[in-house]
């Protein structure tokens, strides 16, 4: 696959994931940023497919293409190799193909927002999309469930008294830096650790990206963490629960 398409400097560049369950709120998700980007930019949309049905495909593509301002780039994502991963309840191995970003994102991308299906976008994703970000690898916010790495996670090389004061972010929304991403191998560092810590690991994906990049471990990256990300709201919606707003 060619990687190295030419991108314009007024593209939002957006990752997401889901299969066929996540099929409508993945719509809406894309369609509210969509009709809330400023004028005169774009969304560069990376979906990575993990088995949405053609039918649901032909609805999506429809619905946003009213828009006019999306160009959706469509991944298919082969899950066997997540097999033997550990899952949630509500959230299948979907939740892993995030991390091979690397073997579908274009060479030349520089930055992209990834952003889970199940939100509702409620203000202009080019204002996040610029935030200044320096040489960290991601920028986020911290978790509402728990604001600090947990005591049990393993970080070898890490001391304790550094997990009790480093902040734990919820990989939800995501601000990504591509190159660092890329020279420190940062999708396959968590997938390793995943499979090295299944019996510990609480939210499989979000805890392996938290080690991972813990300053001092195993990625040796630098870790921003934002104060706030205003454009997206902190409505959700997952297929078994329905529509629900956490203040």
Same mark, same amino acid.
């Given at each position: 696959m060619d990687q190295t398409s030419p991108h314009s400097r007024r593209e939002v560049s957006i990752l997401c994931c889901g299969d066929d369950k996540y099929a409508m709120p993945l719509m809406v998700m894309l369609c509210s940023a969509s009709a809330n980007l400023s004028a005169g930019w774009r969304l560069g949309v990376y979906l990575m497919d993990g088995g949405i049905t053609p039918e649901s495909r032909r609805r999506m593509e429809e619905k946003i293409a009213a828009f006019k301002? +999306?160009?959706l780039h469509w991944h298919v994502i082969d899950r066997s190799a997540f097999s033997e991963l550990p899952i949630l309840r509500r959230i299948n191995s979907t939740m892993y193909m995030r991390l091979l970003m690397d073997d579908i994102l274009p060479m030349d991308l520089p930055r992209i927002i990834y952003l889970d299906g199940d939100l509702l976008v409620e203000g202009d994703l080019a204002e996040l999309y610029q935030q200044e970000m320096g040489d960290a690898v991601l920028g986020a916010v911290c978790d509402?469930?728990?604001t600090t790495i947990r005591e049990e996670l393993p970080i070898p090389g890490v001391d304790p008294s550094v997990k009790k004061?480093?902040?734990?972010?919820?990989?939800? +929304?995501?601000l990504i830096?591509?190159?660092p991403w890329r020279e420190h191998r940062i999708g396959h560092a968590v997938l390793e650790y995943v499979r090295e810590n299944r019996? *510990? +690991?609480r939210f499989p994906d979000q805890d392996g990206l938290n080690a991972v990049l813990l300053p001092g471990g195993k990625s040796r990256g630098t870790l921003d963490v934002f104060a706030r990300f205003a454009p997206v709201s902190c *409505? *959700?919606?997952?297929p078994a629960a329905g529509w629900s707003r956490r203040n």
């Open positions: 301002n +999306v160009d509402y469930g728990g004061e480093t902040p734990y972010f919820n990989s939800g +929304v995501l830096n591509m190159k019996s *510990i +690991v *409505i *959700i919606c997952t």
